[in-house]
Nanobody, 122 residues
């Protein structure tokens, strides 16, 4: 019933930019917490950015470079990624509807997208 579909991943050189999009179907974004996580091979899934329309939070590693935003009319959440670094290489996942305020924990999120690959070359 609820589906999240990511797009916008690809290959980019260090210092470049990408914008990821997450289209949500089955529910409205209004009043829904949204977030982005990433996971590299052999590593744990980590929180990147997320929150509500009024409060957003970012991992220290991406502060000042990444920006999360949403377009309620299009039911789409975006992750603008600037000044990309090789260590940003990962599969990026969109997530929706966290339990309570535990938005920084992947186990708290109810819905997940399939992921989109981001590769940053040096």
């Amino acid at each position: 019933q609820v589906q999240l579909v990511e797009s916008g991943g690809g290959l980019v050189q260090a210092g470049g930019s990408l914008r990821l999009a997450c289209v949500v179907s089955g529910r409205t974004l209004i009043g829904t917490g949204m977030g982005w996580f990433r996971q590299a091979p052999g590593k744990e899934r980590e929180f990147v950015a997320g929150g509500t329309a009024g409060n957003t939070y970012y991992a220290d590693s991406v502060k000042g470079r990444f920006t999360i935003s949403r377009d309620n009319a299009k039911n789409t959440v975006y992750l603008q990624m600037n000044n990309l670094k090789p260590e940003d290489t990962s599969v990026y996942y969109c997530a929706a509807d966290p339990d309570g305020s535990d938005w920084h924990l992947d186990a708290a999120w109810a819905y997940w997208g399939q992921g989109t690959q981001v590769t940053v070359s040096s």
